[in-house]
Nanobody, 120 residues
Framework: QVQLVESGGGLAQPGGSLRLSCAAS????????MSWARQAPGKGLEWVSG????????YYADSVKGRFTISRDNAKNTLYLQMNSLKPEDTALYYC?????????????WGQGTQVTVSS
């Protein structure tokens, strides 16, 4: 069965960095686009970033553009999100999500999330 397990969250200071990882199993990772989404306390779900199956194209929400970088290692079945210049408003539960095709960001599976807290 499809499993997505996020890790790497934690507490960071404003201006700091964190790197999230998502270990995928139960499907052919290299065949599907992947995304990160987040949900801040008391707010709705926000799509953050997506990457095509072969890593050729990446997309970002305006709120994180220039600060976050999505990448993937298809040999390791792992998705990453490098987060730099963190702001308090980046505080959220971050989810790894699997796309339904190699190039789209309609998602059918989600991980359980990893908490990111940005605070001094």
């Amino acid at each position: 069965q499809v499993q997505l397990v996020e890790s790497g969250g934690g507490l960071a200071q404003p201006g700091g960095s964190l790197r999230l990882s998502c270990a995928a199993s139960g499907f052919t990772f290299s065949s599907y686009a992947m995304s990160w989404a987040r949900q801040a306390p008391g707010k709705g779900l926000e799509w953050v970033s997506g990457i095509y199956s072969d890593g050729s194209d990446t997309y970002y929400a305006d709120s994180v553009k220039g600060r976050f970088t999505i990448s993937r290692d298809n040999a390791k079945n792992t998705l990453y999100l490098q987060m730099n210049s963190l702001k308090p408003e980046d505080t959220a539960l971050y989810y790894c999500t699997k796309g339904t095709t190699g190039w789209g960001f309609i998602n059918d599976y989600w991980g359980q999330g990893t908490q990111v807290t940005v605070s001094s």
